[in-house]
């Protein structure tokens, strides 16, 4: 079990992380570049630093960052040459974009210190004053190698997130997560707010308003988020999210040529092709518990071995040994 983190950035995702932490006995340190929660984070225990060298000498067996991605570039500069005094620090980060991260991690020369990672957990507010320790709930977090990464790494943070979090983990290569988060999380933030652009610019928008319930809701939650947070993510995944954005858009024009010529075998076909996700929700809420299983990691193509059990439906849950995992089978869509 990882003994102190090291935290970069306590606004919604940062801060609801440690106080997660600390809730569950790790010892937490943070830097934040403004001073502002310092106060009511040191009350919640996290050791709130005024710089990140202060940080580094606090020897954190992980450090992550949750910076906005836009000051990346500038904190890997900065923390170069204090992780160079600091080589058992593994660096990962919350990045919803892993192949950017990556990227610019290698460009400032700390690939070697590197792990990829990001929670699927947020909701559209920000700042510390949202951050929430149940945030983090049953999450599910994809963890990111490539065929340079060390598994001493990789289990640092592997075991941070499955026993300091108390979450579940997948493995993923940068390209496979990139795609998938574009799928359900980048192109999904832009549907929603076409849709509340659509309801904005309607001359009848305030009744709209008025009548709008539970679908609504649901659908256009996400568009609530800051909008230049939704941006910056958005175009940071811009290649992925254009080509779904594409395919949507095709599909949405299907939808309505098929409307306006009144083709009512398409219609149907357009509206039952997704009983495979149907089926694969309900079958989630009906099970009472999903099994378990150990699984033996090996030192040669250990990153092959977890990414064919994240395909699988797989995700760990805990570890034995370091080199011995439980994953949880959960229903797939088939």
């Given at each position: 079990?990882?003994?102190?983190?090291?935290?970069?950035?306590?606004?919604?995702?940062?801060?609801?992380?440690?106080?997660?932490?600390?809730?569950?006995?790790?010892?937490?340190?943070?830097?934040?570049?403004?001073?502002?929660?310092?106060?009511?984070?040191?009350?919640?225990?996290?050791?709130?630093?005024?710089?990140?060298?202060?940080?580094?000498?606090?020897?954190?067996?992980?450090?992550?960052?949750?910076?906005?991605?836009?000051?990346?570039?500038?904190?890997?500069?900065?923390?170069?040459?204090?992780?160079?005094?600091?080589?058992?620090?593994?660096?990962?980060?919350?990045?919803?974009?892993?192949?950017?991260?990556?990227?610019?991690?290698?460009?400032?020369?700390?690939?070697?210190?590197?792990?990829?990672?990001?929670?699927?957990?947020?909701?559209?507010?920000?700042?510390?004053?949202?951050?929430?320790?149940?945030?983090?709930?049953?999450?599910?977090?994809?963890?990111?190698?490539?065929?340079?990464?060390?598994?001493?790494?990789?289990?640092?943070?592997?075991?941070?997130?499955?026993?300091?979090?108390?979450?579940?983990?997948?493995?993923?290569?940068?390209?496979?997560?990139?795609?998938?988060?574009?799928?359900?999380?980048?192109?999904?933030?832009?549907?929603?707010?076409?849709?509340?652009?659509?309801?904005?610019?309607?001359?009848?928008?305030?009744?709209?308003?008025?009548?709008?319930?539970?679908?609504?809701?649901?659908?256009?939650?996400?568009?609530?988020?800051?909008?230049?947070?939704?941006?910056?993510?958005?175009?940071?995944?811009?290649?992925?999210?254009?080509?779904?954005?594409?395919?949507?858009?095709?599909?949405?024009?299907?939808?309505?040529?098929?409307?306006?010529?009144?083709?009512?075998?398409a219609l149907s076909e357009f509206f039952a092709a997704g009983d495979p996700f149907r089926?694969?929700?309900?079958?989630?809420?009906?099970?009472?518990?999903?099994?378990?299983?150990?699984?033996?990691?090996?030192?040669?193509?250990?990153?092959?071995?977890?990414?064919?059990?994240?395909?699988?439906?797989?995700?760990?849950?805990?570890?034995?040994?370091?080199?011995?995992?439980?994953?949880?089978?959960?229903?797939?869509?088939?």
């Open positions: 079990m990882v003994g102190t983190v090291g935290i970069v950035g306590l606004g919604l995702i940062g801060g609801s992380l440690a106080r997660r932490l600390v809730s569950r006995g790790v010892t937490v340190v943070a830097w934040n570049h403004r001073p502002h929660p310092y106060d009511e984070a040191e009350a919640d225990g996290i050791r709130c630093k005024s710089a990140l060298a202060e940080l580094m000498n606090a020897h954190p067996d992980v450090l992550i960052l949750c910076n906005p991605l836009k000051a990346m570039p500038a904190i890997l500069r900065e923390l170069r040459p204090l992780l160079a005094d600091h080589p058992d620090t593994t660096l990962t980060d919350v990045g919803s974009v892993k192949g950017m991260v990556r990227e610019q991690v290698v460009a400032a020369g700390l690939g070697a210190w590197y792990v990829g990672a990001h929670p699927m957990a947020g909701n559209e507010l920000s700042g510390w004053r949202a951050a929430d320790p149940h945030l983090y709930d049953d999450a599910l977090w994809a963890v990111t190698v490539d065929e340079t990464t060390a598994y001493r790494r990789f289990f640092a943070v592997a075991s941070l997130i499955v026993e300091g979090v108390g979450n579940r983990i997948i493995v993923l290569d940068d390209e496979t997560h990139d795609k998938a988060a574009a799928m359900i999380s980048h192109m999904p933030h832009v549907v929603s707010t076409a849709l509340i652009n659509e309801l904005t610019s309607n001359p009848d928008r305030n009744v709209a308003a008025a009548l709008a319930a539970g679908s609504w809701r649901d659908m256009t939650r996400v568009a609530l988020t800051d909008p230049d947070r939704t941006r910056a993510m958005v175009e940071e995944d811009a290649l992925n999210v254009e080509v779904l954005l594409r395919h949507m858009a095709a599909r949405l024009n299907a939808v309505a040529d098929q409307l306006h010529t009144g083709n009512q075998v089926r694969y929700k309900a079958s989630m809420k009906s099970a009472d518990e999903f099994t378990k299983q150990e699984l033996e990691i090996p030192e040669a193509g250990w990153q092959q071995t977890l990414l064919f059990s994240a395909r699988r439906g797989e995700a760990i849950v805990g570890f034995i040994n370091p080199r011995q995992a439980v994953v949880q089978q959960r229903p797939a869509v088939q």
